[in-house]
Nanobody, 122 residues
Framework: QVQLVESGGGLVQAGGSLRLSCVVSGTIFSINAMGWYRQAPGKQRELVADISSGGTANYAASVKGRFTILRDNAKNTVYLQMNSLKTEDTAVYYC????????????????WGQGTQVVVAS
């Protein structure tokens, strides 16, 4: 069984920082691209940032320069460092793994975490 477990959400004042973490649990051999998405109330889920297995990152225009996505392949973990937070960053943040290969050769596609709430107060 492969699961994505997020942590690090919470309440922060505008201008503050938070770091989200997402661990891929299981007997993992490799993970393709990973990403962070968010969904605000009444809005569609949107891509915040993603990162390839080689470390190439891509950001939504709204977060570029404020957020940083990083991954630690040895720990099967992806992080989202969020600085200079704005009230419009309030949302549930979800971790995604494009494809995960286990040691037994099974491929798990398009996996999602349970989400972690981020609230930015003015």
């Amino acid at each position: 069984q492969v699961q994505l477990v997020e942590s690090g959400g919470g309440l922060v004042q505008a201008g503050g920082s938070l770091r989200l973490s997402c661990v891929v649990s299981g007997t993992i051999f490799s993970i393709n691209a990973m990403g962070w998405y968010r969904q605000a109330p009444g809005k569609q889920r949107e891509l915040v940032a993603d990162i390839s297995s080689g470390g190439t990152a891509n950001y939504a225009a709204s977060v570029k320069g404020r957020f940083t996505i990083l991954r630690d392949n040895a720990k099967n973990t992806v992080y989202l460092q969020m600085n200079s937070l704005k009230t419009e960053d309030t949302a549930v943040y979800y971790c995604n793994a494009e494809r995960v290969f286990t040691m037994s050769g099974i491929a798990w596609n398009d996996l999602w975490g349970q989400g972690t709430q981020v609230v930015v107060a003015s």
